[in-house]
């Protein structure tokens, strides 16, 4: 253990000072304040008011984390093993009185506390900049709120980070490694959720059609309804959507954090919309599984990049 | 004779038994303490497997190998606490200095954390790098990383040192400096294990040799134990040197028993016989009139090409 809290360590040193780990929390820090403000100020123009601003705020915060977290953990991690390999330094540690579990130890270690810190400090200061901007009080629900984010967002980033690590396991030039981590992740960001509602669309063919105004009594917009053949295929859309989804880690992250933040909308009998804002321990004991998931994910990538690691044999 | 190494019926296969590659095919081999053993052979003879497996890095498929006394499978960290490698292609930390490098490889050597300091600086001083301690590897030559690797190994005092490859791609100063350097650490009574695929290096530095081919040692022994079946095969040649313009008597050199040629050319002449005549010869030349023209008497050593070629069944 002695010496994979001395490899942990020369790593974190290494993290901290890279430039690239700062290129990503600038990054980060720039997008969530951008987006917060554009977003106030849109609410400014429009005439709006928004009852808990600081929801608002931090809701822009996670869907800014949903792309910088996988990016920070495969920053992190696509050359921890294939990077020593690369440069001939594995073979130099691997020359030591060490076991190699040590190394992999280290680069866990130091990369979960690099991970823990960059979010929780990336995240504060991009809420503290915005609080600032915006003059908002915090309640001690939105607190417990804003933990919770940032402790899901520090395993989503350490899913990746042990997803990418196993990458780097198996092959012996980091490139290989980044383009792999890089393409799962847009697989998962950006590919599976519109793949999965054209699958979705194929199996059920096309929507059933709808009048262009279906005008309650008295001539509300608000209470528009809509047909129940039309929510009916439009919920199975969403349903085998979520069901392709719940292979990507991504939508499990989604999944918890959204709820943290936003409305939740559910579909009522008639075809209305139902708004509310659910406490923190129904969306964790409503999200039980997303959270299980979220915490499977990286062990299991950890478990064989162990095996991997421990058993490849270097020449 | 107190070995160093010694192994038997080392097996070493990549892939499945039945189909994978072999890589060493059966080697046993002595390596005695005190000595500069040269593992000889061309690229893919499997010297690096060989030298993976002595110090732990890779496993064989069969046979056994100790190292200091110790099993290089069932006792790793024991051969490496007394090892020190320099294993082919190795790598730095190219952000680091070499005192960073040094002192975090001390750590991991087990070296107090009050000594490393101090001992990262006694090598490099070693290796002739103290005033280039707080430089960063990036900005050192080859040559330099290569005494910088030299100096890794000392860090620990190690009773054997490996060197794989070691002269690769260096110039020749930087070359003719290693060997000093490894003649220098054998007088202080270190024993040295170094492979290459450079004929020369074995003569010029050896005092034991392996020559390795397709994963077999076709010839192991002292520098003299290696060349003695090639002269009793091939003969032993001799050189005389003579006054200029003396005309030398042959007759009595040729009516020694066994000698089978005898050829002058101008202040020089080759005797070659079947057996060792060295004694005869020298009783010869020291009468008279000999010894008013000879100037020298030297055995002939055969060339490490011809040593070659004659153990893999040449000429």
Known sequence: MVNALLIAHKEFTDMITSKRLWLIVGLFLLLSVASTYATSFGFRIAGLRVARPMLTIASNLSSTMSYMAPILGVALAFDAISGERERGTLRILLSRPIFRE?????KIISALVVIGLTITASSLVSISVSILLHNVTVSVDDISRICLFIVFSI??????YALSLFISTLFSRSSYSLISGIGIWIFFAFILPIASSLVATVLLGPPPTIPLFNRTQGGQFGNMSLPESYV????????ISSAIQTVSINHHYSQIVNPLFGAAISIGPAGSRVERTLDVPTIISSHAIDLIVLIIFPIIFLVASYMVFTRRQEK | MSLAIETESLVKIYGKKDSGVKALDGISMKVPKAGVYGLFGPNGSGKTTLI??????????SGSAKVLGFDAVKDSIEVRRRVGL????????DHMTALENLVFLASLDGIPPDRRRVRALEVLEAVGLKDRANAKVSTFSRGMKQRLGIAQVLLKDPELLIFDEPTVGIDPEGAAEFRSMVRRLNEEGKTILMSTHLLYEVGMICTHAAIIRGGRIMMQGSIEELYRPFRDAKGYSYEIHVKPGSNMPLQEIRLLPEVSEVVQSNDKVVVVAKKDIGGDLFSLVSKSPYREIVESLTPLNPSWEDIYRFYQGGV
Request: hydrophobic share 45%.
């Open chain 1, 102 to 106: 040590d190394v992999i130890n280290g």
């Open chain 1, 155 to 160: 395993v989503f980033s350490f899913a990746y």
């Open chain 1, 232 to 239: 009916s295929y439009y919920r199975k859309v969403s349903e």
């Open chain 2, 52 to 61: 993976s497996i002595l110090v732990g890095l890779l496993l064989p498929t």
């Open chain 2, 86 to 93: 320099l294993p082919e292609g190795f790598g730095f930390y």
